[in-house]
């Protein structure tokens, strides 16, 4: 079956230029995460989705990063105004529910440059 | 900082021979997970292993928790070309917010050499 799909696969784009990445996650999973990866180093949690409740932003790094989830199927994680330190691989995964012990599925990221 | 932290941060070893990663948190959780990530790829999960639980076996991997030293391994025996890429493991709180969260280490790079 089809697995997490994210689009772009690359972006590169100039500092200050807004970008918009894209998640469509396994057909029936109500939960939905979006992390960044560094080079080198592990996830860092951003933002989680579970079906109509209030969407957990605690891990947004600024006010410059935005998030939605619109059906509760595709997501769109929004980057105004981008900074150099903004490049990274940007990750969204999904899960059947958002309960505890419900591994997650992971698409092949976003890469992110911003020149 | 990080819930999870690996040691070692790099590991290379002969095909055929075991690799042994080991994690430590610093919290109480709820479950730890360890995932696999090959080069430019997203992280494929390995393994769940809850908290009243000590060891798993999956195939050639077998994963233990200790959770009175905060702390998990994973074991792939007879290791092959094919199991090279970063493993992670993560950990799901026990309580309270953000619980649904998981928190990833920074990760073991394994070489496996054939």
Not at chain 1, 31 to 47: M, N, P, T, V
Not at chain 1, 94 to 106: A, C, V, Y
Not at chain 2, 15 to 34: D, F, H, R, V
């Amino acid at each position: 079956g089809a697995g997490v799909s994210q689009s772009p696969s690359n972006k590169v784009t100039e500092k200050g230029k807004d970008v918009e990445l894209r998640c469509d996650p396994i057909s029936g999973h109500t939960a939905l995460y979006w992390y960044r990866q560094s080079l080198g180093q592990g996830l860092e949690f951003l933002i989680y989705f579970q079906g109509n409740s209030a969407p957990d932003k605690s891990g947004l790094p600024s006010d410059r990063f935005s998030a939605e989830r619109t059906g509760g199927s595709v997501s769109t994680l929004t980057i105004q105004r981008t900074q150099q330190e903004d490049s990274a691989v940007y990750l969204c995964a999904s899960s059947q529910e958002g309960t505890r012990g419900r591994p997650q599925h992971f698409g092949d990221g976003t890469r992110l440059s911003i020149l | 900082s990080q819930q999870g932290e690996e040691d070692p941060q790099a590991l290379s070893i002969q095909e055929g021979e075991n690799a042994t990663m080991n994690c430590s948190y610093k919290t109480s959780i709820n479950n730890l997970q360890w995932y696999r990530q090959n080069s430019g790829r997203g992280l494929v999960h390995l393994i769940l292993i809850r908290s009243n639980e000590r060891e798993k076996h999956s195939g050639r991997l077998r994963v233990t928790l200790d959770t009175s030293k905060k702390s998990s391994s994973l074991l792939i025996t007879a290791s092959r070309a094919a199991d090279t890429a970063s493993y992670f493991c993560a950990t799901e709180l026990g309580s309270g917010a953000g619980s649904y969260q998981l928190t990833f280490g920074k990760g073991t790079k394994l070489s496996v050499i054939p």
